[in-house]
């Protein structure tokens, strides 16, 4: 499967942008989708991510009650709704697809198929 991540911009500390993540090649249905960014001279760190049905969403700590996953399986599109940022969510994000079976991972290593990343950028 093929993930196109976008919606990415730069935005001031408080505002909210919604990032989305397009598949192809495969149905979005089969996997479990994640979000992970990667700032400069940092590490990945997960971010999100939800159960192929929807049931099942888990968030960072850095996020929690700020960011919303969600999915649209019909659309073959996975979502991260982000509120409040801040200038440390500045970074580059992933979305991530894993194919294996539950639980869901918050590893990156646990993740099959990559997007390109889109850019968030957050002024103070």
């Known amino acids: 499967v093929q993930l196109q991540a976008s919606g990415g911009g730069l935005v001031q500390a408080g505002d909210s942008l919604r990032l989305s993540c397009a598949a192809s090649?495969?149905?979005?249905?089969?996997?479990?989708m994640g979000w992970f960014r990667q700032a400069p001279g940092k590490e990945r760190e997960f971010v999100a991510a939800?159960?192929?049905?929807?049931?099942?969403?888990y968030y960072a700590d850095a996020v929690k009650g700020r960011f919303t996953i969600s999915r649209d399986n019909a659309k073959n599109t996975v979502y991260l709704q982000m509120s409040s940022l801040k200038p440390e969510d500045t970074a580059l994000y992933y979305c991530?697809?894993?194919?294996?079976?539950?639980?869901?991972?918050?590893?990156?290593?646990?993740?099959?198929?990559w997007g390109q990343g889109t850019q968030v950028t957050v002024s103070s």
């Open positions: 991530t697809a894993d194919q294996g079976p539950p639980p869901v991972p918050v590893v990156a290593g646990r993740y099959d198929y």
């Open positions: 090649g495969g149905m979005l249905r089969n996997y479990i």
């Open positions: 939800i159960s192929r049905g929807g049931s099942s969403r």
